[in-house]
Nanobody, 120 residues
């Protein structure tokens, strides 16, 4: 079955770094655009970063540009989110997402999330 398993979250001080990983299984990873979303306390879930299926293109939320980097390793079926210069406002549950569409159907999968807390 389809699985997206996030790891790497935790507690970090402002200005620190974390690297999130999302290991995928149960589908053809290289055919899917991969994204990281986050949901902070009292907020809606929103897009953080996206990378296309072969990694040719990325896009980021304005609030994380220049601080976060999304990457993928299709040989390892894994997508990463390198987060630098973390701020308290980055505190959220971070979710991995896989998405693909063809002529007749959309395929949309989610991980269970990993907590990131930025606090001194």
């Amino acid at each position: 079955q389809v699985q997206l398993v996030e790891s790497g979250g935790g507690l970090v001080q402002p200005g620190g770094s974390l690297r999130l990983s999302c290991a995928a299984s149960g589908f053809t990873f290289s055919m899917y655009d991969m994204s990281w979303y986050r949901q902070g306390p009292g907020k809606e879930r929103g897009l953080v970063a996206r990378i296309t299926s072969i990694g040719a293109s990325t896009n980021y939320a304005t609030s994380v540009k220049g601080r976060f980097t999304i990457s993928r390793d299709n040989a390892k079926n894994t997508v990463y989110l390198q987060m630098n210069s973390l701020e308290p406002e980055d505190t959220a549950v971070y979710y991995c997402n896989a998405y693909r569409r063809d002529f007749t159907k959309q395929y949309n999968y989610w991980g269970q999330g990993t907590q990131v807390t930025v606090s001194s």
